[in-house]
Structure formats: C-alpha cells, structure tokens
C-alpha cells in the first residue's frame, strides 16, 4: 500500500497566480502507441463532482479511458481504474470527496490492483494535494485540471513502476484539442470555447486552480459545432469559467457575440451558455442573443450581491446599478428571457444593511431562479484574510430569508407559462414519475409530460403547459 512515489510536479499558488502574455500552446492530442492496448479487459468509473466545466472533463477522460482499452464499470466501486473529479469551489464540495475516498479505501483494500487517481480543481491546491500525499496513500494518481491528458502515461506509471505518481501543473494552462470523448447525451453536448479565469474575484478558487484565461480557435469551435449539428445533435451548451471574455486573450476584434452568430450558422438548433460575467456582457453579445434564432432565452447571470460595497471588495468590477441596466437591456432585446442566478450570502464584513441590498435586488432583477450559497473561506485568495465577523448562525438565517426570495421568483417564472405552449427537447423518462417523459424548454424549465414513448427522447416536441410549480412544469403533448 505504502508505495514509493514519483513526484513529477506538486502545485503552487505563487506560479497558479502568475499572468503574462506567454504564448498558449496548442497540442493536438494523439494517444501512443505503447497506451493503445493499456486498458484491454479492464474497467474504469469516473466519479464527477462541481460543475458543467468538470463534467466535459470527465467525458474526455472517458474517451482517453475507452480508447485505449478501457469499458466502463458497472460497479463504481470495483472498477479497475476509479478516477475523483473534484471541485473546490466550497469547503463541502472538498469534504465530499474525503468522504468517497474513505469508502474506496475499503474497496482497494479487497481489490489492491485498483488505481485510483484524483483529478479536477482539488489537488491544484496547495494544501489538498499535501493531504492526498500525506494521509491518502492508497491514492496512486494526483493530476490536477490542466493535464487530463497526460492520464494514460500517469496510470502506465503506476503499472509499470509500482509507484504513486504526483503531476500538478500550476502554470496558466495550455489547449489540447482532438482529445477522444464519450458523451453522456446523443443530443445534447458541452462545448468548449474558453479555459480559465482572469478576473480573480477576492472570495473564488477558480483562477488559481484553471489558469489563465485562454479561448480556442475559432476554427476549432466551429469544426466541433459543425461535426455535432452532423451527428445529430440539438442543442449545445458552450462552457467556460467566464465564457463571455472569449477572444479578449487573442488580440483580434472577434468577440463572444461574433461567436454566437457564427454558431448560429452551423444550423444548430438551440445554444446556451454559461457562465458569463455581467461586466462583460456587451451590445454586441446581447444584440447576438436577440437575433440569433438558435440562442435560447435563458440567461445565468452571476450578480453575488446586491449591495455596491459588497461588489467592491469582491472585485466584481461592478455596480447595482450597471447590472440593472444589463438586465434592463436584456429584457428589452429579449423579451420574455427568464434570468437566473448566483449569489454568495454572509462574505466578510457584509452587514445587514447590505443583505437587505441583495434581497431587494432579487425583486428588482425579476431573477426566475438563483443558486445561492454562504460564503466559504477558500485558502488563498484574498478573502480568506479578511476580518469575518458574522456568525455561522446569522449567515444561516440570512440564507433562509433570501431563499424565500428566491423560490418566489421560481414560482413566477413557472407561472406565467400556465396555458402556453412549449417546445421541448426531451432528456428521457421522468425520474420521478412513471409514464412521464421530461425535458427543459427554451427559457430552460424543466417540462413534465405524459408520455412512454422512448422514440422522443432527443426530439423537441410542443407541450401545453397546464400546472405549474416552482421546480418544474407539467403539460401535455400537442399532436
Ligand atoms: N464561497 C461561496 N460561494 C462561492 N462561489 C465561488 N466561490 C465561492 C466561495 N468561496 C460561488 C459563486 C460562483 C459560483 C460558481 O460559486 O456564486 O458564481
Ligand atoms: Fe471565480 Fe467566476 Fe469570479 Fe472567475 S469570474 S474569479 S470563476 S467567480
């Protein structure tokens, strides 16, 4: 168990927080030949955890994974290589995964061939990656989120060297592009276009734990929208840490909104998006939403807090009064869009009278949605030194106040489809209700109908919406 380890890099926060105007390298991903056959007879699980950016990761490590061999697992738990995708956004999205590792070590203990690797934001901390090295020594991987693809060579490591393997890379990150995927839908797909986070938020992980902001060719987006539109597919959702800044790192005038009505192009039928910065949603890009037909009328649209001194020390670059007018703008161009969004509750040194600002905001936004979450201190960034003298109790209270505000906008964004018909791509059977089919429609509610018939999993179909609630909607199909 306690094998020898190879450290090849550990990460750091000092060269993670570096930005320069380095050329971004572009590899093109092609597996080697010693690595075709590494995976014959054996399986793999990849558990994913965080968001939309980490699920796309773990899809392209299934395609390295199957390409060379590997089938997936039907236990999770036994497979013979068992990757942790990891998040750490939050204090218990890392508590989590020590909570799955703990279940593992069992599971190793019984099967000791099984590899286990842990990859995504986590181990590019500092402090995780001690941990996993230190306490977690039946961990035979720790990568990080800048070299999935490096993963055959690591796991061809382990088995030939008998040894642990540590790479972290804590540069500002490069762009592979022809990386193998396995998707977890036929007809909808994550796409791509930018990589990493320059804003540097005071209270957020992510610039240090994805690197520099980097869009990708345009070229390269539009072969991979073009190939999708190809196999089928309806809809994409195109993804990035702040996937509005796209092509602001690659010194020409093409911006995010040029983008959009370049997919639009491709024929496509439905593009979102997210998550995008409000101070970077240009006329440009909100006029492309209005015109382009493919783009759907959602918006999630990050405000984290209502109050102006609050955006300051977040270093958000914004007011409550410009985001206003963004969303002003939004609603004129679009009419009917729903916006949804992200706020922090209890950051530190927030006052009462400045929560009061955020709750007022969510009435005056209109928002038809938000996820909200109580501040967590994140181990180097900047507000992690900050006096934070609320307790935990109040922060709780003040989260149960602005949920209350929230749902209520849910319950309107529902609502005021009662009578309606909407068009619907359908995802599959119901989860909860037998002889229900869902899907989400184009302002992205979740839409319940009655129906068996699998044939229409992938299809946009219209649905008479006769009930509302806040979560989802409940229809018929219209013949
Ligand atoms: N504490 C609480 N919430 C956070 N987020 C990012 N960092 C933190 C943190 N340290 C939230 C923000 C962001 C969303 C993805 O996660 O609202 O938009
Ligand atoms: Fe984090 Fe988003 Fe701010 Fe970037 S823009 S630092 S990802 S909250």
Request: proline share 3%; charged share 30%; glycine share 8%.
């Amino acid at each position: 168990m306690n094998k020898e380890k190879l450290e090849i890099s550990i990460p750091s926060f000092l060269a993670a927080k570096k930005r320069n105007n380095d050329k971004i390298e572009r590899i093109d991903y092609k597996i080697e030949d010693k690595y075709k056959d590494l995976g014959l007879g054996k399986t793999y699980a990849i558990f994913t955890y965080g968001c939309q950016g980490n699920v796309l990761d773990s899809e392209n490590m299934a395609g390295i994974l199957e390409e060379a061999g590997y089938r997936l697992a039907e236990d999770k738990y036994n497979a013979d290589v068992v990757i942790l995708n990891t998040c750490a956004i939050r204090e218990n999205a890392e508590d989590r995964i020590w909570g799955v590792l703990g279940q593992l070590k069992g599971r190793k203990q019984l099967n000791p061939n099984m590899v286990i690797a842990i990859s995504g934001c986590m181990p590019q901390e500092e402090g995780a990656t001690k941990k996993l090295e230190e306490s977690y020594k039946f961990v035979d991987i720790i990568l990080g989120t800048h070299n999935r693809h490096h993963l055959l060579k690591l796991i061809y490591n382990v088995y030939e060297k008998k040894m642990r393997v540590v790479e972290v890379l804590s540069g500002q990150g490069n762009i592979v592009e022809n990386v193998p995927i396995v998707r977890n839908y036929k007809h909808k797909a994550f796409v791509n276009i930018m990589f990493g986070c320059d804003e540097f938020c005071t209270y957020c992980i992510v610039p240090y734990t994805r690197g520099r902001e980097r869009s990708r060719a345009k070229e390269d987006i539009l072969a991979e929208v073009n190939e999708l539109v190809k196999e089928g597919y309806k809809e994409i959702t195109l993804l990035g840490q702040n996937v509005n800044a796209y092509g602001k790192d690659l010194g020409n005038d093409y911006t995010f909104g040029d983008l959009l009505r370049d997919i639009d192009k491709t024929g496509i039928e439905r593009v979102r998006f997210t998550s995008p910065h409000p101070r970077d949603m240009d006329e440009n890009a909100i006029s492309a939403m209005a015109e382009c037909k493919s783009v759907m009328p959602h918006l999630h649209f990050p405000v984290q807090s209502g109050n102006d001194r609050v955006l300051k020390i977040m270093n958000r670059k914004y007011t409550r009064e410009e985001y206003l007018y963004k969303i002003k703008r939004l609603k004129e161009e679009i009419p009917g869009i729903s916006i949804t969004t992200d706020i922090i509750v209890g950051y530190p040194g927030e006052t009462r009278e400045e929560f009061n600002d955020t709750l007022t905001l969510v009435e005056e936004a209109g928002f038809e949605g938000a996820f909200t979450f109580i501040y967590s201190k994140r181990e180097g960034t900047p507000a992690a030194k900050m006096e934070d003298p609320i307790s935990d109790s109040e922060k709780h209270k003040w989260f149960d106040e602005l949920k209350k505000a929230v749902d209520k906008g849910y319950l309107r964004g529902t609502e005021r489809f009662v009578g309606e018909v909407v068009e619907v791509l359908v995802d599959g059977e119901s989860k909860s209700d037998l002889g229900m089919m869902s899907g989400y429609s184009k302002h992205n509610k979740l839409t319940h109908f009655k129906s068996n018939d699998k044939s229409l999993i992938g299809k946009i179909v219209k649905v008479k919406v006769k009930e509302a609630k806040s979560w989802f909607m409940i229809g018929d199909l219209v013949e």
